[in-house]
C-alpha cells in the first residue's frame, strides 16, 4: 500500500437504514453531525436510505422503497400502475 494517500481519519461509524431501523457499525472517514448509542457506546452515525437488509436484491421481495412521492410521480407521468 502506498504511503500518504489513505485518509487517517478511519474510525467506527453506525450506519442506520431508515427504511427497517437497522443499525451496522463498520470503519469509515464520512463527516456527521448526529450520533447514535449502540450498546451503550456512542458512534457517529450516517441514515441511509437502503441497506442489504431493504434492498430488494438481498432480500429476495419485490417491494419498491419511495422516500419523496418519485415513485408516484414516475406512475403518473408514464400512465402506469402501480403493482
Known amino acids: 500500500m502506498k504511503k500518504g494517500i489513505h485518509p487517517e481519519s478511519y474510525r467506527l461509524v453506525a450506519f442506520k437504514d431508515m427504511s427497517n431501523e437497522h443499525v451496522f457499525i463498520t ?14 457506546v456512542e458512534f457517529p452515525l450516517v441514515k441511509v436510505e437502503i441497506s442489504n437488509t431493504s434492498h430488494p436484491f438481498y432480500t429476495g421481495k ?4 419511495d422516500t419523496a412521492g418519485r ?13
Open 62 to 65: 419485490m417491494k419498491l422503497v
Open 71 to 83: 415513485v408516484d410521480k414516475f406512475y403518473s407521468r408514464y400512465g402506469q400502475k402501480k403493482k
Open 27 to 40: 470503519r469509515s472517514c464520512v463527516n456527521t453531525k448526529e450520533t447514535i448509542e449502540v450498546n451503550g
